[in-house]
Nanobody, 123 residues
Framework: QVQLVESGGGSVEAGGSLTLSCVAS????????MGWFRQVAGGEREGVAV???????VYADSVKGRFTISKDIAKNTLYLEMNTLKPEDTAMYYC?????????????????WGQGTQVTVSS
């Protein structure tokens, strides 16, 4: 059974940085596709960044150049490093795994989700 547990969210001022972590169990991070999504209240869950087993990545246009997705194979953990944060980055951030289509930023293709971690960016 796949379990994903996110952490690292918090409140920061605009221009600040945060790094989110997603510890996976029942799922080998190094060999699989995974991604980060975010959702604001009342909104759709949107893809932020995804990575495949070879390290290839896809980013949403809104975060390119500011966010970096990566894996720590030894810790079986997925990360999202977020720099130059903006108020519009405020959302609940979710880790996702087992996509039907790897490197997809479309939430409906992902079968497993973490519980989410809140990121709040103040202006």
């Amino acid at each position: 059974q796949v379990q994903l547990v996110e952490s690292g969210g918090g409140s920061v001022e605009a221009g600040g940085s945060l790094t989110l972590s997603c510890v996976a169990s029942g799922y080998t991070v190094s060999r699989r596709c995974m991604g980060w999504f975010r959702q604001v209240a009342g909104g759709e869950r949107e893809g932020v960044a995804v990575v495949n087993e070879y390290g290839s990545t896809v980013y949403a246009d809104s975060v390119k150049g500011r966010f970096t997705i990566s894996k720590d194979i030894a810790k079986n953990t997925l990360y999202l490093e977020m720099n130059t944060l903006k108020p519009e980055d405020t959302a609940m951030y979710y880790c996702a795994a087992e996509p039907t289509y790897c490197l997809s930023l479309t939430n409906r293709y992902y079968r497993n989700w973490g519980q989410g971690t809140q990121v709040t960016v103040s202006s």
